[in-house]
């Protein structure tokens, strides 16, 4: 089983960054895909961006690519989401999660993903 705990959620204006991070306990980190999923309010939890067990491959939402960067330290046992030009519609939510597939496809939806975090809140104002 693996723990995880997110942190770095906040405040921040329109057009600001921010940097979440996971740590991950337990298990062999690097047995795991990991993912980061946003929830907003009244909505569903959908997919933001996910990369694989070593790291060399890397997959995104259409809504994020060019802006969030998911990056993961297998020694550190922690993977991180560098958000850039935040807009109010990215207010969230933020889980990362884990799965322990060995597929080759970065998993892309929730039901592949067996372990979460508690999650941490992004609020971005206008």
């Known amino acids: 089983q693996v723990q995880l705990a997110e942190s770095g959620g906040g405040l921040v204006q329109a057009g600001s960054s921010l940097r979440l991070s996971c740590a991950a306990s337990?298990?062999?980190?690097?047995?795991?895909?990991m993912g980061w999923f946003r929830q907003a309010l009244g909505k569903e939890r959908e997919f933001v961006a996910g990369i694989s067990r070593r790291g060399g491959r890397t997959y995104y939402a259409d809504s994020v690519q060019g802006r969030f960067t998911i990056s993961r330290d297998n020694a550190k046992n922690t993977v991180a989401l560098q958000m850039n030009s935040l807009k109010p519609e990215d207010t969230a939510v933020y889980y990362c999660?884990?799965?322990?597939?060995?597929?080759?496809?970065?998993?892309?939806?929730?039901?592949?993903?067996?372990?979460w975090g508690q999650g941490t809140q992004v609020t971005v104002s206008s």
């Open positions: 337990g298990r062999t980190f690097s047995n795991y895909a």
């Open positions: 999660a884990a799965n322990s597939g060995s597929g080759l496809k970065v998993p892309d939806t929730q039901y592949e993903y067996e372990y």
